[in-house]
């Protein structure tokens, strides 16, 4: 299996394969999701000082802050899918 990175800014990159969901933190539940990884230790805070747009839960119960959109980072990952499709037609 190829290892696929989606980038989710600022020259952060995550394993597009174990991404769960992508999600806005805006409801209670997600923002109890973030509270909860930062008291486990399990959050990733890639967004620089900026403000939280974006939050990327993976299979490995990491929970992972993002700048963007959560409609760029799964553009970026549908992107990415679409483009190894069209080459594995190629074979």
Known sequence: ?????????????????RVIAIVSPESAPIKRIIQEARESGTLVDA?????TRAVIITDTSNVIL????P??????????????SGNQDAD
């Open 66 to 69: 993002s700048a963007i959109q």
């Open 71 to 84: 409609e760029t980072v799964a553009h970026r990952f549908l992107s990415k899918e679409v483009s190894e």
């Open 47 to 51: 967004t620089y000082g900026r403000r």
């Open 1 to 17: 299996m190829e290892l696929r990175l989606i980038n989710i800014g600022f020259g952060n990159f995550v394993s597009a394969h």
